[in-house]
């Protein structure tokens, strides 16, 4: 029996990811060409992320594996909604998601995934862990300006939309004529005219 392989700082969180068990695919088992896994993401998934942006998620992710002699492709793509607040009025909505990813896999000296496109495992690993790039597909995915549909077209009945309406008629009832134009602009108008 081996002893125990000393930890690195933050391996606690790593090996925690890791429990995430249906995200790993086994790869080396697997024929030459094209295999399809699907994966029907929600709120928990995020939990693992500590992610907490969103109410509740429900995104399905096609992820096609192409494996080749030397390398493999991972093509991701999600299509669901997830539950998130609107930036303006704090209320509640579900936003339609769709997004995709590309992913080439390669083997080298050691594991590197600096760049987003490409994935370096090391000679000889059989198994590859694509949670990481579902979560970020997804995340990436939501809009980063939130709006309820319901504010765009003018339906959703709300506190914080009532009382925004209030201060900027408030704000308008207030400006006079002479408020709203600088005399300054006009000696700059002048200036203009003058050539």
Not at 151 to 177: F, H, P, Q, R, Y
């Amino acid at each position: 029996m081996h002893p125990p392989k000393p930890k690195r700082p933050g391996q606690e969180i790593d090996d925690e990811m890791r429990n995430l068990a249906a995200y790993t695919i086994p790869f080396v088992g697997l024929k030459l060409g094209k295999h399809q896994f699907e994966y029907e993401i929600n709120k928990e998934f995020f939990e693992h992320f500590e992610y907490d942006d969103l109410n509740t998620a429900d995104v399905k992710i096609d992820l096609l594996l192409d494996k080749k002699t030397t390398m493999m492709e991972l093509t991701f793509k999600a299509s669901g909604s997830v539950n998130v607040n609107c930036d303006i009025t704090n209320e509640p909505y579900d936003q339609p998601l769709e997004g995709s990813l590309f992913l080439v896999v390669k083997f080298g000296e050691e594991f590197n995934d600096e760049n987003e496109e490409l994935l370096i495992l090391p000679h000889g690993e059989f198994e590859v862990n694509v949670q990481q790039y579902i979560y970020e597909l997804i995340v990436l995915s939501i809009p980063l300006k939130r709006v309820h549909p319901g504010v765009e077209d003018g339906t959703l009945e709300s506190e914080v939309l009532d009382k925004l309406e209030e201060l900027s008629i408030n704000n308008n009832e207030n400006k006079t004529d002479e408020d709203e134009i600088d005399p300054r602009w006009d000696k700059l108008k002048n200036l203009l005219n003058d050539k």
